[in-house]
């Protein structure tokens, strides 16, 4: 159980809060999933709606069939809410006629009905019926104001009434706005920023109550303007969303694609109670603006994917294969998807940092692509100017409010910095923009930058004492960013070593996608090495990349295979393995912080660390199979070692355990979290799962140190595996042959699976026998070496390369 007490002096007394049960009131599409989201940090859960019209009063069934209906849309919906789907045990559901009483047990009741005023209103009615004193209560509403949702409510439910607006899906989008009442406790927001910080895993921002607070007010603000560019300048929606996505530090799903996501009407609505809300913005008329297209659209109930077409439509083709057309939003027919050529668009593709690109569009590219780019991103820069102090006093709440509720890589102010201030203030104002006068102050007193590094800490330019402040709450993190200038004891370009602090270092992954080349293994080496022999308590390997690693590097295995060098290719991979080991049986503890994809080789070294610190959203597995080969850092080893770990529990019976390991590598299985990771045993009892992914590093730093604490003991090479022989491997091969003649493998699926069977069962051994790591090292590179002389792993390999995708072949 996750739990946060707080201490509360009230008179004489002193309290404890803490949260052990919450009711969520409305099981829609974000009250199921932030039901779900509680669940997955081990926190009990009433979920409740209405019940259906003529239910009998005595089938509880059919009058809970709204929120039994919802919760198991939610839970087999994609992307998964729940990080394991045992945690549904956890969610009670009912309903408000005949279990709103149960809200007297629980310490925070969460509304998350239909933004209509009256109908809250009628749900805080109950609630002051039956909830306990002091118990918080919570709105999810994207929009209405603090003031009135609370207005004409008893002087305690002022009291512990907050705006807690979570994005959607909300395990995922890591935004959770704290929107305070006019008259809400401080204490309560304290601990609610404090709380979704620790045990939500969220990135908390503190917002002022004002028209969509922070992040839609900027993100819709955003959206609008695009669209209204969009129409002035002729672009194709396909050209606006290769515009709007990676290229500037943005999701795939561009700005029309997200547009479908959200609901069109959904955006609409929300477009214009901002216009209506806010009459003194002085760039209102992007949110009065109504794009030709729109009227049709909303007309035509062509909201997304909610009602199967919007800006984009899926149908089925000729060939009776999926097939995505897209909007002529000059014609309003669907058409086939079109291709986008821009030459700035392409050189930005060689260009590796979102700085990079972002220059390139703002001072070298001359086309229609460019000029959109830069226009957005003026008026951009314009309206959060004027944002502050309107929305927030402080500029980095609106960086952290795009980043983590839009999923941008970085945020407004953020990206300004990249392209300079004092240059682009005139190129504001030769579009008829302006630029808040606290800018101007500021680069005129010289200060050149919103953010900045010193003495290893990130801080902020703060309007109100001019000056440059630590980020309230990143004092206690570790930043590598923050750290690179003063702290940064050896970069080789694809790696470095930086000092943490407290006699822990910490190796950061810089390769492309942090495969693990020959570059970051010699780094690696390295690193453990200098930490072993300065006197260093140990190592964290850790990154703040979007991904922690995607395995080997495939371009070089492929390059060697093509050039005949085998010897080098033998001795690359033996490095690998040995890398492996190193890690394994150093003198000091390394500990590994994965997150995000850690597929491949970083599954691999991950599980032979001293211990793993996971961020809950890591997803992690052996996945060579998909591109024709078999783990060979170790990883078919250690499943074999960690199967053969649970030979010995009493009442064991031996081939199913083989059996469930080689299939998650026979099927390249993903977990899809930390704890899914957990019960796959890729992780284990030992390793820490950490919700707030900026509070990995730190509790990285920390294992190391308990670790040294407990008397850390180098790890000795396992020569006692257990290995059951060709009994089993017949079993195996069986079960092989029997995926194939159901058509679920195809031929050389097969011949793979027969690969990792082979080494997992110790080889051509006539019975059980007990082997060394090495021995299944030296198999498993066998293996793995055979594999790569097959014409049909190589077109795997190369169709990956080029496409990002594994190949059945």
């Not at 201490?7 to 919450?22: A, L």
């Not at 390369?801 to 190949?807: A, C, E, I, R, V």
Request: proline residues 4%; contains cysteine; glycine residues 8%.
């Amino acid at each position: 159980m996750f739990n946060l007490f707080q201490t509360e002096s009230t008179g004489t007394q002193t309290t404890k809060r803490s949260i052990q049960k919450v009711a969520v009131l409305g099981s829609g599409v974000m009250g199921s999933r932030i039901a779900c989201h509680f669940a997955n940090i081990g926190v009990k859960v009433l979920l409740l709606d209405i019940v259906p019209k003529d239910a009998p009063a005595n089938d509880k069934a059919k009058r809970n069939k709204i929120v039994n209906d919802a919760l198991t849309a939610a839970i087999k919906g994609k992307p998964a809410p729940l990080y394991v789907e045992d945690s549904k045990r956890l969610i009670e559901t009912g309903n408000f006629e005949d279990d709103f009483s149960k809200i007297a047990d629980c310490d925070w009741i969460l509304e998350a009905v239909i933004e209509r005023i009256d109908i809250k209103h009628q749900i805080y009615d109950k609630v002051e019926q039956y909830r306990k004193p002091g118990s918080l209560i919570t709105s999810n509403t994207s929009g209405i104001p603090m003031w009135m949702l609370c207005k004409g409510r008893s002087d305690d439910f002022r009291k512990n009434f907050v705006g807690t607006h979570f994005f959607n899906p909300p395990r995922y989008l890591r935004l959770l706005e704290i929107i305070p009442g006019p008259e809400t406790d401080p204490s309560i927001v304290d601990f609610l920023m404090e709380y979704g910080d620790l045990y939500l895993g969220k990135q908390m921002v503190l917002c002022k109550d004002t028209p969509a607070f922070i992040a839609n007010r900027v993100g819709i603000y955003t959206i609008a303007k695009i669209f209204q560019l969009a129409v002035e300048l002729d672009m194709t929606i396909e050209e606006v969303d290769k515009l709007t996505g990676p290229a500037i530090g943005r999701p795939n799903t561009g700005t029309f694609r997200l547009g479908d996501l959200v609901g069109l009407d959904t955006s609409a609505k929300v477009t214009t109670g901002i216009a209506e809300n806010c009459p003194e913005d002085e760039q209102r008329g992007v949110f009065t603006y109504v794009p030709p297209f729109m009227p049709k659209l909303l007309e035509n109930n062509w909201l997304g994917d909610k009602t199967g077409q919007g800006f984009y439509k899926k149908i089925k083709n000729e060939k009776g294969e999926s097939e995505i057309l897209s909007l002529d939003l000059n014609t309003m027919e669907y058409v086939a998807k079109r291709s986008v050529k821009f030459a700035s668009l392409d050189a930005t593709k060689q260009l590796e940092t979102l700085k990079e690109r972002m220059n390139f569009f703002f001072y070298m590219g001359q086309d229609k692509a460019a000029t959109f780019v830069r226009r957005s991103f003026l008026g951009l820069f314009s309206y959060v100017s004027h944002r502050i102090p309107e929305i927030s006093d402080e500029l980095f709440r609106l960086d952290d409010g795009l980043r983590s509720g839009f999923a941008w890589d970085k945020g407004p102010f953020e990206i300004w910095d990249m392209v300079g201030i004092a240059k682009v203030i005139p190129m504001i104002e030769a579009e008829g923009l302006t630029v808040a006068q606290w800018v101007k102050d500021m680069v005129a007193a010289g200060h050149t930058s919103f953010y900045k590094n010193e003495n290893g800490q990130r801080k902020y330019y703060d309007l109100k004492s001019q000056s440059y402040t630590v980020i309230p709450g990143t004092e206690s993190l570790i930043i590598l960013d923050s750290l690179k200038e003063t702290k940064e004891i050896w970069n080789n370009g694809d790696s470095a070593i930086i000092d943490l602090g407290d006699g822990v270092l910490g190796f950061e992954f810089r390769s492309k996608a942090n495969t693990l080349g020959e570059s970051v293994i010699r780094g690696l080496n390295y690193a453990i090495e200098y930490t072993e022999k300065n006197g260093y308590h140990g190592l964290v390997v850790g990154n703040e990349a979007p991904n922690f690693s995607l395995g080997a590097n495939l371009a070089l295995v492929q390059m060697m295979v093509y050039e005949g060098d085998w010897d080098e290719l033998y001795f690359a991979v033996k490095s690998f393995q040995d890398m492996a080991m190193r890690i394994r049986t150093a003198s000091v503890p390394v500990v590994f912080a994965p997150h995000g994809m850690t597929l491949g080789g970083g599954c691999e070294y991950t599980m032979h660390s001293a211990r793993a610190v996971a961020a809950a959203e890591t997803y992690i597995g052996l996945v060579e199979v998909g591109v024709g080969i078999i783990p060979a850092g170790g990883g078919t080893k250690e499943f074999t070692l960690r199967a053969a770990d649970k030979y010995s529990k009493p009442g064991v019976v031996e081939l199913p355990i083989l059996q469930e390991y080689f299939m998650a590598i026979a099927t390249a299985k993903v977990a899809t979290s930390g704890e899914e990771a957990r019960k796959m045993n890729i992780l284990r009892d030992t390793d820490k799962v950490v919700v707030n992914l900026n509070r990995r590093l730190k509790e990285a730093r920390e294992t190391v140190l308990e670790l040294v604490a407990d008397g850390y003991t180098p790890v000795v090479p396992r020569t006692d595996i257990k290995v059951l022989g060709r009994s089993a491997l017949s079993s195996l091969y069986a079960g092989i042959y029997g995926m194939y003649n159901g058509r679920y493998a195809s031929e050389h699926d097969m011949k793979i699976a027969k690969k990792a069977a082979y080494v997992m069962c110790g080889g051509d051994l006539s019975g059980v026998n007990y082997v060394s790591e090495q021995y299944l090292l030296d198999l498993e590179r066998e293996a793995f070496l055979s594999l790569l002389g097959e014409a049909k792993t190589m077109e795997r390999i190369a169709h990956t390369l080029k496409t990002g995708k594994p190949l059945r072949n």
